[in-house]
């Protein structure tokens, strides 16, 4: 066996990069194909997207948030970092969570308070989602009201103004725009991975956070050069 298995390795070994990568991640098991393709209508044209799906509702989300920033730095220049809020979980206020998400970001004030707001919820306390005392969901759950004193706090926008914008009928399009891209990718849960809304990345197949980074830049490779043809 180990005499038939040396000019095997050694064979792979004198493969491109390329054709080990192709070699190593398969679809259907480590990504799947989104057919027909979705667009999160947030990348700055002409730039390949990989998306993070998201809620601040969901403690995975918040404990990746390192290795997310990781991710998000580490992209080259034709690669857009984007985020997509889920609502998928009612009974725990992913839909208004997405609501604010959506509201701060037509505001300004999204990016600049992303790691702050989940802090609140998840660290602090601050924000009431979660009891500290017992690490249950509070009843009632937070509202709308909630998220515009926390962002009328932390910002230069009023409280006000956060709700007139949050109740807009823009706002509801981009809330419905959202729901769509979730459920035409088959997100399954968050967070979730999506390249240029073709692969929809299987975290739990591929198994390490390292992992992960080699499938996107392999995702990534593949794109540039379907989109060169």
């Not at 679809?27 to 990348?43: F, N, R, T």
């Not at 990989?50 to 404990?63: A, K, M, N």
């Not at 989940?118 to 690490?135: H, Q, R, Y």
């Not at 759950?141 to 823009?170: C, G, M, N, Q, W």
Request: net charge neutral.
């Amino acid at each position: 066996m180990k005499i038939l298995l040396r000019p095997l390795l050694f064979c792979v070994l004198l493969l491109p990069l390329a054709a080990q990568a192709q070699w190593r991640w398969q679809e259907g098991k480590d990504y799947a194909l989104i057919s027909p393709a979705v667009s999160s209508g947030m990348a700055p044209a002409g730039k390949i997207e990989v998306t993070e799906v998201f809620s601040y509702g969901c403690p995975y989300c918040y404990q990746g948030l390192t290795a997310m920033s990781q991710l998000q730095k580490s992209l080259p220049p034709d690669v857009a970092f984007t985020l997509v809020h889920a609502s998928f979980v009612p009974s725990e206020g992913w839909p208004m969570f997405q609501r604010a998400w959506l509201t701060a970001r037509k505001l300004g004030i999204a990016e600049p308070n992303h790691e702050a707001f989940f802090d609140a919820i998840w660290k602090t306390g601050e924000f009431p989602l979660v009891d500290p005392t017992s690490g249950r969901l509070r009843q009632p759950l937070p509202t709308i009201e909630d998220a515009a004193a926390f962002y009328a706090k932390h910002s230069k926008v009023s409280a006000a103004d956060f709700l007139a914008t949050a109740r807009s009928a823009e706002i509801d399009a981009q809330v419905k725009a959202q729901d769509d891209y979730v459920k035409n990718a088959r997100v399954p849960g968050t967070p979730s991975l999506v390249v240029n809304g073709r692969y929809l990345v299987n975290s739990a197949a591929v198994g390490s956070w390292e992992g992960i980074q080699q499938l996107i830049a392999f995702l990534i490779a593949q794109e540039r050069t379907r989109l060169a043809k």
